[in-house]
């Protein structure tokens, strides 16, 4: 099964929701989500990010904290997809060149950050259509 990691800034609003919407999508891949920084360590997902995948009836694990991507995880995941051009510079600039061609971005244009925006809806619509074409891709 191929292992795929979701990674935002925090992994409380983008990459968590990009998270458990694909795993609503599909039962053929790994898949987890991880942060870039160690900024919001050990909290839950954000009540915007929950808000909105209870409006849409997607289930997700309440019990799922933040995280920060370790050296490990570039080992570990066969894809590795920044939520924007920044994460992505990031995990690059965090990581061995030699895990760098499995450092992909989410779509050609960032997820915006619903933490600055406050848009959950947008970010959501942007992420479903999103992890549509990555099932597609991946399975
Ligand atoms: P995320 O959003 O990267 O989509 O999880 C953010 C969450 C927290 C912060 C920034 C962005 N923060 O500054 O703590």
């Given amino acids: 099964m191929k292992k795929v990691c979701f990674v935002c800034l925090g992994n409380i609003c983008r990459s968590p929701m990009a998270e458990f919407v ?6 053929e891949l790994e898949i987890e989500s991880r942060a870039t920084s160690g900024w ?3 909290h839950p997902i954000h ?13 997700y694990d309440v ?4 995280t920060k991507m370790s050296s490990d995880d570039f080992e570990y ?9 920044s994460n992505v510079e ?3 600039a965090m990581s061995d060149p030699k895990y760098h061609n499995k450092i992909v971005q989410f779509a050609e244009e ?5 933490w600055y925006t406050g848009d959950f809806e947008d970010t959501y ?3 479903l259509s999103g992890c549509q074409e990555w099932v597609k891709k991946l399975t």
């Fill in 22 to 27: 694909m795993k609503s999508l599909t039962d």
């Fill in 40 to 42: 919001e360590h050990g």
């Fill in 47 to 59: 009540e915007g990010t929950q808000g909105i995948l209870k409006q849409y009836g997607i289930a």
């Fill in 63 to 66: 019990k799922k904290d933040s």
């Fill in 77 to 85: 995941f066969d894809v590795i997809i920044g939520m924007d051009a």
């Fill in 90 to 92: 990031n995990l690059k």
């Fill in 110 to 114: 960032s997820v915006p950050d619903p």
């Fill in 125 to 127: 619509q942007r992420v």
